[in-house]
């Protein structure tokens, strides 16, 4: 459910500003605030997604559209859908031909953002999103721990493909060209992350940009959804969606994202076979040859190199245990006769 209190003549934003939030009750007013003073010339609208909190951050973003209509849209429902969720709809209710990214526990720090940003993408045509520096705040005591991205991914231009190695583009930095995002699919929306795979499915249809100005804080807190993630949530999460980008993307773009799906896939195989057990050596082995021809890889050497590996390995186990097995009733047969 979209609340507008939008003019419904008024002509369509350039920029869209797509703020997720749950339970931000101490953050979001800044995160909102930071959106409203941005000095831009081109229309802006701010999309809040807020998913039925468990505090008080529904009822301060509800004051908002009343207060800025035309400006603030409030995307509810009645249950909780969950972070993907309810990201895949912000999304969806965004109208402009940019859509910039801030989360309700961040905030930017320049009223320049959007201006810079926008006038960036106007001026390069063939760029399908960019992103500038961010700084890590540790929300406990109150200091500015590091800075990002890393300077070696601080490059005027980058092509799609060099994300396949880490995320080097902050939520709180992004601005996407709306047309560059594809339709966002279910299986999108079972991941655990979304800003990461975003990057990479708009990549596919330009080049990343950077600005070389710091404009925005993210939090570093106990709330936050990825931050506060364990280790093994969090590499749970980047192999699920390595596999989803492998499955998805056009054959032009897929090589990268297929190569790390394929070596993470290897290590599992590699850790089954070890463990002796043949059913699940010659499943996984099976699997391998599977996604090879959905994949299109099947003449990967190294792909049929560990398929035939596996099922070879699980094949001569079997005809093992049987020839032992064997033996095992001549010897019994023997006994008995005597």
């Not at 079972?190 to 939090?219: E, H, T």
């Not at 590996?309 to 020839?323: D, E, I, S, T």
Request: net charge positive.
């Amino acid at each position: 459910m979209v609340k507008d209190h939008a003019d419904a003549s008024a002509a369509l934003p350039k920029v869209s500003v797509a703020m997720i939030t749950y339970n931000h009750e101490k953050f979001i007013g800044k995160a909102i605030e930071s959106v409203l003073i941005q000095e831009i010339g081109a229309g802006v609208e701010l999309v809040i997604g807020e998913d039925c909190s468990v505090d008080s951050t529904r009822s301060i973003v509800e004051t908002y559209p009343a207060r800025f209509p035309g400006v603030v849209r409030l995307v509810t429902s009645n249950e909780n859908v969950g972070m993907m969720k309810n990201f895949v709809r912000t999304i969806e209710a965004c109208r402009g031909d940019y859509i910039a990214f801030l989360e309700g526990d961040d905030y930017w720090t320049s009223k320049d953002k959007l201006r810079l940003q926008t006038a960036f993408l106007d001026e390069h045509p063939d760029c399908a999103l960019c992103h500038h520096r961010v700084s890590y705040l540790d929300d406990a005591t109150g200091q500015i721990v590091s800075e990002f991205p890393p300077p070696q991914h601080r490059e005027r231009r980058t092509a799609g493909s060099e994300l396949v190695n880490r995320n080097f583009v902050q939520t709180c930095s992004l601005m996407i060209r709306r047309k560059a995002i594809p339709r966002l699919s279910k299986d999108f929306a079972k991941l655990k992350l979304g800003d990461w795979p975003i990057c990479v499915l708009a990549s596919q249809n330009g080049w990343i940009g950077y600005i070389d100005q710091n404009m925005s804080v993210y939090r570093l807190h106990p709330g936050s959804a990825w931050f506060a993630q364990n280790i093994d949530y969090r590499d749970a999460a980047t192999r699920e969606m390595v596999r989803f980008l492998a499955l998805s993307l056009s054959r032009e773009y897929r090589g990268p994202w297929v190569a790390c799906f394929l070596w993470n896939l290897r290590s599992d195989l590699s850790l089954n076979s070890r463990s002796g057990n043949i059913r699940s050596t010659a499943a996984t082995g099976a699997a391998l040859l599977w996604y090879g021809v959905r994949l299109d890889t099947i003449r990967s050497p190294l792909l049929l190199y560990y398929a035939t590996r596996l099922l070879g390995g699980a094949v001569k186990r079997r005809l093992l245990m049987l020839r032992r097995g064997f033996r095992h009733d001549d010897a019994s047969t023997a006994t008995h006769h005597q």
